[in-house]
């Protein structure tokens, strides 16, 4: 059993093996750093012997579908469902609050010149 869950998981350890970062001075920073991936690997393999494969799937599609609501280039995206899907919405951190463009002294860009930019619009010559 266990190494099934080991081939599954690929799981780094502290024993004579290596990690998946390489180049760390200590075996702790290179776990603390995996940590997030090791988690959702856990996660997965956990849902998928409780409910099958087709849940990883599904969780899947609708973490690609929820990544993919935009706005326009200058309105702020707030990725709620996104958020919400990946379970990020349940912990406020200093980003959530330091980090709000709303609040950023830089002015916005205008929303007509990188529209015509993102879209290919813009000509180098000018009219004048």
Do not use: W
């Amino acid at each position: 059993m266990q190494s099934i869950v080991k081939k599954d998981l690929d799981l780094p350890t502290l024993r004579n093996e290596s990690s998946n970062v390489k180049g760390l001075s200590h075996p702790v920073e290179s776990i603390q750093l995996d940590q997030g991936k090791t988690e959702i690997k856990l996660k997965n393999f956990a849902m998928k012997n409780v409910f099958g494969t087709h849940m990883v799937m599904n969780n899947e599609i609708e973490k690609q579908i929820y990544s993919q609501f935009k706005r326009l280039p200058t309105l702020q995206s707030s990725m709620v469902g996104l958020e919400t899907i990946l379970g990020l919405d349940e912990d406020f951190d200093f980003g959530d609050y330091l980090c709000d463009p709303a609040t950023s002294e830089a002015p916005l860009p205008q929303l007509h010149t990188s529209m015509e930019h993102r879209l290919g619009m813009t000509s180098s010559k000018s009219i004048l």
